[in-house]
């Protein structure tokens, strides 16, 4: 049983396209983060949410605390968005989605 | 700031051989992080400190799996005797405050032989 899931596992998108990525979580959390982990294995944390929502750039994530339920949109995708995404909470412990592959052809 | 500081890059070791890993977190974050990740497995946390106190180390593998955290700016995790099965990519990350971004390191590639 996982208690992040995240949809899809695999994207393919053209340049331009608008981009969303899903994690739904089962358990109590305090905080939910967005990481992106490029090809070359670098993590980077893009945000962390615990209500609303949060604009970074082209970047966007909401959290819906009733649901169990975040989203990662990416507007006006570039290659250089190619990466996994991964999805994260914390509450009691440290959970973690297994990622989203994206990939963005010009 | 020079981000959070991993090193070694890469580890190549034999089984039963001692591994020290160490991350140098940024400065000024009291809560330091230890995950490993493994193409089987993800991404999962191992122990994360507070002000240099262990939390909650229950992602520790087993008694091979060492952490320390002797000062603000510095952490070890330290993995003897080694095996292949701890063969993984070794991230540190820090940040500074409950509701603070995570930074993290580059990561450290072990390989047991």
């Known amino acids: 049983k996982n208690e992040v899931e995240q949809s899809p596992q695999n994207l393919t998108a053209q340049e331009g396209e608008f981009i969303t990525i899903n994690c739904s979580y089962s358990?109590?959390?305090?905080?939910l983060h967005w990481l992106q982990q490029h090809p070359g294995g670098g993590i980077v944390s893009l945000f962390m949410?615990?209500?609303g929502k949060k604009k970074h750039g082209r970047l966007i994530a909401t959290i819906n605390i009733q649901e169990k339920h975040s989203s990662l949109h990416i507007t006006a995708s570039h290659p250089r968005d190619s990466a996994v995404y991964i999805c994260a909470v914390t509450g009691n412990q440290f959970y973690f989605g297994t990622g989203t592959s994206l990939t963005v052809i010009p | 700031d020079a981000g959070v500081i991993q090193s070694p890059r890469h580890e190549v070791t034999e089984m039963g051989q001692e591994v020290t890993l160490r991350c140098k977190p940024i400065s000024g974050h009291n809560s330091l992080f230890w995950y490993r990740q493994t193409m089987m497995r993800g991404l999962e946390l191992l122990i994360y400190f507070n002000n240099n106190v262990p939390i909650d180390d229950s992602g520790m593998p087993e008694d091979r799996f060492s952490a320390k955290m002797p000062n603000a700016s510095f952490s070890t995790l330290k993995i003897q005797p080694s095996e292949p099965r701890d063969s993984a990519v070794y991230f540190c990350?820090?940040?500074?405050?409950?509701?603070?971004?995570?930074?993290f390191g580059s990561g450290t590639q072990l390989s047991v032989l």
């Open positions: 990350a820090s940040k500074q405050g409950a509701s603070e971004k995570l930074f």
């Open positions: 949410l615990s209500s």
């Open positions: 358990v109590g959390i305090s905080a």
